[in-house]
């Protein structure tokens, strides 16, 4: 189930992209769980990234973290998942901190995906109204924007092995406003 969210609406001060497009080297700021507190995507460039937006108040994104925990541990190599947590959210640090703990109190592990705070960039060229909202991308295109549903360890293998699985458009994304 998706948390339907309007308040999420991001502000068009960039060209929204879509499938196929190429994604500028975002600077990710405010990072947690990473080696340093900042990245660009290109940092990941050799692997497929998935940028996962979400927030503090959706169940539905934060119940997703350990299975992408889990296919981040098993892809290492070739994967990189990033927790988008956008400004519009609302969320502070000490809310994206608590969810993190607990998490971790429920489930047993440490995340170690990287968690971007306070986003104001990466949701600029990825609007979306809806989330959990993944957007898919390798070696700087977008391949796929989708729910937090389609990111399963049999679609990730088949982008790694150059492949395309039908994953559908995210009603959502900007090509359908």
Excluded at 122 to 141: D, L
Aim: proline share 5%.
């Amino acid at each position: 189930m998706i948390f339907f969210c309007p308040y999420l609406a991001v502000g068009q001060t960039a060209k929204a992209l879509t499938v196929g497009d190429r994604v500028p080297d975002i600077v990710f700021s405010h990072i947690t769980n990473y080696k340093a507190t900042t990245a660009r995507l290109s940092d990941f460039k050799e692997k497929l990234v998935i940028l996962d937006f979400w927030a503090s108040w959706c169940t539905t994104c934060v119940k997703g973290f350990p299975h992408s925990d889990s296919l981040q541990k098993r892809f290492e190599d070739d994967l990189q998942i990033v927790l988008v947590n956008p400004k519009v959210s609302g969320d502070s640090l000490k809310q994206v901190t608590r969810v993190l703990k607990q998490v971790q109190k429920t489930t047993g592990m440490r995340l170690r995906i990287p968690v971007v705070l306070s986003d104001t960039i990466a949701s600029t060229y990825f609007t979306f109204h809806e989330i959990p909202h993944c957007v898919w991308i390798k070696n700087g295109r977008v391949l796929a924007i989708s729910g937090g549903e389609a990111v399963t360890a049999a679609n990730v293998q088949a982008f790694l092995e150059g492949k395309f699985p039908c994953i559908p458009l995210k009603k959502d994304d900007p090509q359908y406003q």
